[in-house]
């Protein structure tokens, strides 16, 4: 099933994507890596904003590819998307979305099921992913990437050094 | 509920063919055996209720576990 026959099922929209929506996005995703690094949080906490950064980077490869995920399902789709998008593999989709339903397990029925050692590895997945969402952008997009000010959000996004 | 060094990388996508297959969902919640000895010994809320509920062990066995838990306080 290609994007395009997801849209066709309703499941996504078509959506005008802009170079401030993906430093924006890119901004949240950069908080929330850092913010899942803050030591005593509980396990469940940092998963969600672990968890939270990936959402973000699904979106933000969708919206690349000129769609947004529908309301109904909206994170199912999304997380699922990533493997039409930035072509990660189907082990890791199906990580992510195991890490989504949890999410919703510890924010709304059931507090504590998550552990460190799973919030860190969401975290590092999450820190995987914003690398390869990057390098597909650069490769595929990079209108959305480009015209950034030196100093500002530029240095953020790109990841690199205080250098540029 | 799985105590060890697997990932979820590992069992998520385990999980994912058989929750099809029995066309239900599988949440797991996968503990190192350090963190699951610390958060019993602290009555961990979702731990406790682990412990004090039924269970069904599929590799290990329920002593085994309960062991397990009391390590730290032994400790």
Known sequence: MSLTTWRESRWLTEHESSLQ???DLLAVVDRDLADAEVEGLSADRRLEIAYNAALQLSILALAAAWYRAARDKAHAYSIRSLGHTVGV???IVDTLDAVRRKRHQVNCE???TASHSEAEEVRELASDLRERVFEWLRAE???LLGGFTEGTVRINVLGDSGEE | M???DATLRE???AL???????AREI???VYTRDEFTKRAASDDHFISNVLGGPRIPLLGSADELDDLAGESVAD
């Open chain 1, 21 to 23: 929506e993906a430093a």
């Open chain 1, 110 to 112: 059931r507090a504590g």
């Open chain 2, 16 to 22: 994912r063919s058989v929750e099809d297959r029995i």
């Open chain 2, 11 to 13: 069992i998520a996508p």
């Open chain 1, 141 to 143: 997009h990079p209108e």
């Open chain 2, 27 to 29: 949440n797991p919640s």
């Open chain 2, 2 to 4: 799985v105590i060890g």
């Open chain 1, 89 to 91: 593999e189907p082990a």
